[in-house]
């Protein structure tokens, strides 16, 4: 069992890593970004995809309000660095203060149109319907997909 924390595309590959078949990630708990149906779908193409060799992928929440995440840091230092900005007037500016919050570890890879898809939300609305009791993603705090 592999575990990783994050992949992107637009960064070398991941070594040992890249022909995982069994992954878990640790996720923040954030519904938003990681509990809806579009990214659920996702997962459920990743596992079944002929192009990676992908048997199981884990998603695996930290219980919300009781984590520090080193990006919690990361972002209290972006936050201070818009702040001593004052102004923020374009993507240019924003991207400055990214840099500056931490440039000696920060590698920013600004992404193109063609870093990101528009994952179809593949949920059966009608099935869900007749789901009795119905499960809540914000419940969800382990989901495998298979």
Partial sequence: ????????RALP????????????LWLANCSAQNKNWAFFSFCVYL??????????????????????????YFHHQVEKSLKQMRKVYDFGDYKDAVQKANSTKV???EMKINNFFNWEDKSSQYKLSR???????SDMVQVNFK
């Fill in 13 to 24: 590959p991941i070594g040992d890593n890249r022909d995982a078949e069994n992954i878990i």
């Fill in 47 to 72: 596992a079944n995809s002929a192009d990676v060799a992908l048997n199981s992928l884990t998603l695996k929440q930290y219980e919300p309000g009781h984590t520090i995440m080193s990006a919690d």
């Fill in 131 to 137: 789901i009795n009791p119905l499960s809540y993603l």
């Fill in 107 to 109: 590698k920013l890879i």
């Fill in 1 to 8: 069992m592999r575990y990783v924390s994050w992949y992107d």
